[in-house]
């Protein structure tokens, strides 16, 4: 009997039944307990103790305050050396066992190896002093010249030189020998009351040999003009400290305290000196010129001509520069020469030490007083 497959035949879908009924909500469980809060320690060091060489180094912890434990450091101490060289230890620097600190023994043995007070060094070398018996100091001479009769090594202090000579006692006109620059200069005594107080000013007794102006802007008062700034600030470093030292710093008029200046045309007038000499001057190594004086207020400034005579001229023009300065009377002086005249020149206030070479005596230190 024939039969055929006609394949599954599927329906229409139906439509979506109705939703049933939300069951019944279950009971809530009950909560579990807290969790412990996390945290990071904070270490502190309570203490370091130093044990014995033979125990083990340890920490202990204190952690009643688990936020804050303390810890105890246990730290053996190191092994007792044993003859290393560096260690100052009894059987290096106290091997005859004198029980004593080191650096005494040490000083002791050096008292005892040196005499100090009168050992001989040598036993050969003549002493020195200008008072043998009180001042003899071994191989050192104390006094105001060189001996002669020095062997090598010897030293040699020499001491100030005093004189009972002053500035003030000698006689207008005389010459006052100064460093200028490392050379012997003259200055003339050419008023011995200068300003009252028995104040000696000098003059220069020749005229710088550069010719300069006064001032360069042809300004007519003193006070910072170009002569000002040069005799203050420059030719005050060609003078010697010695020198410097006593000079006195005067109020000059309408300029302030100055310790080298020009003198005033007036002052020249003035001055003892020229009361019986003429004004001008010469050049170093030259014929006679003019210099500056210190003008005021003037329209023109004045100069002393070649001919010793008062002449008016602009501050601009170039002629030379005659310093002038002021030292107390009482200043200690010692007798000199200069090209045969008779002079005067400070005395020297320092003390030299020399030592004795074998054939001359060297300078190896100076003490400024």
Not at 45 to 66: C, F, G, L, M, P
Not at 179 to 204: F, S, W
Not at 259 to 273: A, D, I, K, M, Q
């Amino acid at each position: 009997m024939a039969s055929f497959n006609l394949g599954r035949i599927k329906g229409e879908k139906g439509e979506a039944g109705s939703s049933g009924e939300r069951g019944a909500q279950g009971e809530r469980g009950v909560q579990g307990a807290q969790g412990v809060s996390g945290y990071t320690p904070v270490f502190s060091i309570k203490e370091i103790i130093t044990v014995e060489d033979n125990e083990n180094a340890r920490v202990e912890i204190d952690s009643s305050n688990i936020k804050n434990p303390l810890l105890t450091f246990f730290i053996p101490k190191g092994e007792k050396g044993k003859d290393a060289l560096g260690d100052m230890i009894s059987s290096i620097y106290d091997s005859n066992e004198k029980k004593c600190d080191v650096f005494q023994y040490a000083d002791s043995l050096f008292d005892n190896a040196m005499k100090k007070n009168g050992g001989e060094f040598t036993g050969k070398v003549k002493a020195y002093s200008v008072d043998e018996e009180e001042l003899c100091v071994r191989n050192i001479a104390v006094a105001p010249s060189f001996p002669e009769d020095a062997r090598i090594g010897d030293v040699f202090i020499s001491t100030k030189k005093e004189s009972s000579i002053t500035l003030g006692e000698q006689e207008t006109g005389t010459k006052l020998i100064v460093m200028e620059n490392g050379v012997e200069t003259p200055y003339i005594i050419v008023d011995k009351n200068y300003t009252g107080n028995g104040m000696v000013a000098l003059l220069r007794n020749e005229i710088l040999p550069e010719e300069v102006c006064f001032d360069r802007a042809g300004k007519t008062e003193y006070a910072l003009s170009t002569a000002d700034l040069f005799l203050e600030s420059i030719y005050v470093s060609f003078l010697g400290k010695n020198l410097l030292n006593k000079i006195v710093k005067i109020d000059v008029k309408s300029t302030g305290k100055r310790r080298v200046f020009l003198p005033t045309s007036v002052e020249l007038g003035e001055f003892e000196y020229f009361a019986l000499n003429s004004k001008r001057a010469m050049v170093t190594g030259g014929t006679y010129s003019a210099y500056w004086t210190r003008g005021l207020y003037s329209s023109n400034n004045a100069i002393i001509n070649s001919q010793g005579e008062l002449e008016s001229v602009k501050a601009t023009e170039k002629n030379g520069y005659r310093p002038m300065f002021v030292l107390s009377g009482d200043t200690l002086v010692e007798n000199a020469e200069f090209n045969s005249d008779h002079a005067v020149k400070l005395c020297e206030e320092k003390n030299g030490i020399y030592i004795f070479d074998g054939e001359k005596w060297k300078e190896c230190i100076l003490i400024d007083n």
